[in-house]
């Protein structure tokens, strides 16, 4: 088993290095789009076909695009009418992300440099590599995309490593529940609460000033809305980032989640919430748990996530009454407890009897943990 991950670096280009590069996205997109109206007209995606009947022509209308990445553009066009099966004309934004293949970049990973190739010959480039991303720097190298952000005029390498996943932790198996509320954004069966005094201020400072944003409608308001909502986003993640990291350096092995995919979150939470933003942040915080947990050899489990914040994680009367806001009560044996730690706690004996059944799974038997 291997785990892939993407690193992205911001680069720091020599004069006139920002210029050439717009250029051969510019030469790329032609290219790209040469290859696909042809392929579009003649209703095929074969790439030996179109190379044939384009690459003459495409040479000729850009003379200085490496003939490496002409054949990446063909390739990415002839992928792009496979997609929608030649029915429309694949287009592409003239400064979209580009894919170069290790013939066209040369990327050092030690001392920060890449040699990229564009329309006028290599450019040498630096970047750092931030403290947090050293750990990753012994992977195999297996694709390089170079993308342009306008708004900041800055170009960035996204460089995807390869590397082997560590060993499984078998012994022991220590299960954490983990609830994502609203509320609180996350509730550990250990009775831990992740929802600080100055993430609960920013998040209410936010709801704020998007629902007055919102409201006021004109067009000042609406670019305004979507830079706020570009700097909630980068928040969140960093709430997300953080959270994940104490919960999966914990002494837990196993962690427990409720399965979102298959229930309306926003349902049993209540509707007041801007859920767009919930669905997306729980999901967000699940990938962070996994692929950090996964670095450690620790494991994700999702459960079932019906009934887990109505049942009673004693006796286990389930019953929709039990509930009021974030006090639970249940009706049998008279528990109380923080609604969302109830829910915890039913999270990770889910998660417990899941671990379990598996385990008593022959090796060879692929099991639905759902
Ligand atoms: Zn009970």
């Known amino acids: 088993m291997t785990v892939i991950r993407t690193l992205t670096f911001k680069l720091l280009l020599p004069e006139g290095g920002r210029a050439a590069l717009i250029s051969t996205m510019k030469a790329y997109t032609a290219a790209f789009n040469e290859s696909s109206r042809w392929g579009f007209e003649n209703h095929t995606y074969n790439k030996f076909r179109n190379h044939t009947a384009t690459y003459g022509h495409v040479r000729e209308s850009v003379p200085d695009l490496p003939s490496s990445l002409v054949q990446s553009a063909r390739d990415c066009a002839c992928d792009a009418l496979k997609v ?20 066209v970049i040369t990327v050092n990973l030690i001392h920060g440099i890449a040699t990229i190739a564009s329309v006028r010959g290599r450019i040498k480039s630096t970047f750092t590599i931030p403290e947090h991303c050293k750990k990753y720097l012994h992977g195999v190298i297996k694709s390089s995309t170079l993308s342009y952000r306008k708004q900041s005029r800055q170009f960035f390498l996204h460089i995807q490593l390869e590397f082997p996943s ?5 012994e022991p198996l220590t299960t954490l529940g983990i609830d994502r509320g ?58 997300n980032h953080c959270i994940s990291k104490q919960i999966v350096n914990s002494s837990y092995t196993v962690f427990a ?25 729980f999901y967000e915080l699940e990938q962070f748990i996994r692929y950090k947990a996964e670095e450690l050899g620790k494991q994700v489990i999702l459960v079932d996530a019906r009934y887990t914040s109505q049942k009673c994680s004693v006796c286990g009367h389930t019953y929709k009454g039990n509930r009021n806001g974030s006090d639970f009560r249940c009706r049998k044996c008279g528990f109380k407890l923080h609604a969302d730690l109830n829910a915890a706690r039913n999270i990770a004996q889910a998660g417990i009897s899941c671990l379990s059944r598996l385990t008593c799974q022959p090796a060879e038997c692929s099991v639905s943990l759902t």
């Open 84 to 103: 929608v099966k030649c029915k429309r004309l694949p287009e592409r934004i003239p400064l979209a992300a580009m894919r170069y293949n290790q013939r």
């Open 166 to 170: 560590p060993e499984l932790i078998t």
């Open 257 to 281: 989640l409720e399965d979102l995919s298959k229930i309306r979150v926003q349902k049993r939470r209540g509707r007041e919430f801007n859920r767009r933003l919930n669905n997306w942040s």
């Open 182 to 239: 609203i509320v609180n954004i996350a509730v550990c069966s250990d009775n831990t609460f992740f929802n600080s005094k100055p993430v609960k201020n920013t998040r209410a400072k936010y709801t704020r000033l998007r629902s007055q944003l919102q409201s006021k409608g004109t067009r000042s308001a609406r670019r305004k809305l979507r830079v706020v909502a570009g700097r909630e986003r980068r928040f969140v993640t960093d709430v």
